[in-house]
């Protein structure tokens, strides 16, 4: 596939999934542009109507503008095929065409083997910063990537706590990287863009939309060799990372939850379901050391 040729599609707001069809139900190579053009010359009835607003998009759009306006930004782009693009994520079922990437790239080189992402709840507790400031250390002797949301609690509290014991941290972004939600960790990302690394799989305008995060959550199971719920309520969209966790054959962890913290419920049923319970570090760098 062409990476040019994707950009411009991301550009002109066809979505992965309408990427994929093109790919599958189309039977396109996205090889070359003019597969493209003839393609909609002479389009198939049963085509999505929005998608021939976004090829008149698409036909605007100059790609050496974009090329330049990612350069000023300081933000790399990967396609699937990209040796650097994460071999785990590559593996999952919609695995994202395009990645922008800000920050260091040698962050993404250890996802395959060492990608341990960390969720939880936006109302995590001092529970969850005590737990990994406990376990997080042990990390490092095995040199684990940690990746989040970049969310507040959990997700922030992960990064945090990355930094704080020197581990290599992955934000994933639910929108572009021209944008941020929530203001409460801007600081702490720009600090990630700047020592480590954020990735997106949205053109850096792409607005934030709350039917963007289960697809950024796709990711964030998807990089890495393992999940670990720290406290998550029985309806937390922590649930739904470890779903997809499971869907894309991911170890899943959760810490201990206690019967009279909702926050925890979560926590308990996954682990009815045989999420693993993790009490120390090693039942988790257990798992890892298997992984060749």
Known sequence: MNQNL?????????????????????????????????????????????WKKKYQ???TINIDHIRRNLELDHIHVL?????????????????????????NLDCLKGLSQRGLSIVGSRNATEYTRRA????????????LVIVSGLAKGADACAHEMALKH????????????????PKETLDMRHWIETYHCT???????????????????????????????????QQSGALITIDQALDQNRNVYVLPGSMFN??????MKRAKEGA?????????????????
């Open 57 to 59: 998009r698409f036909q």
């Open 199 to 233: 990735i997106s799989e949205y053109p850096p305008f792409t607005k934030i939309a709350k039917f963007r995060f289960p697809e950024r959550n796709r990711i964030i199971s998807g990089v890495s060799n393992g999940v670990l719920v720290t406290e998550a309520n």
């Open 79 to 103: 396609s699937i095929e990209d040796q650097l693009y994460p071999e785990n994520l590559r593996e999952i079922y919609d695995a994202p065409l395009l990645l922008f990437v800000k920050g």
């Open 6 to 50: 994707l950009l411009k599609l991301s550009y002109a707001h066809f979505s992965t999934r309408d990427i994929y069809k093109l790919l599958l139900q189309f039977h396109l190579s996205l090889d070359d542009e003019l597969e493209i053009h003839n393609f909609f010359g002479d389009a198939p009835e049963d085509i999505p109507f929005q």
């Open 262 to 267: 909702e926050l925890t419920k979560g926590n």
């Open 276 to 292: 693993k319970i993790v009490t120390e570090a090693s039942d988790i760098l257990e798992d890892y050391l298997t992984i060749s």
């Open 132 to 143: 990994l400031d406990v376990i997080c250390p042990e990390f490092k002797t095995l040199n």
């Open 166 to 181: 020197q581990l290599n941290t992955v934000g994933v972004l639910g929108f572009g990287h021209q944008m941020h939600y």
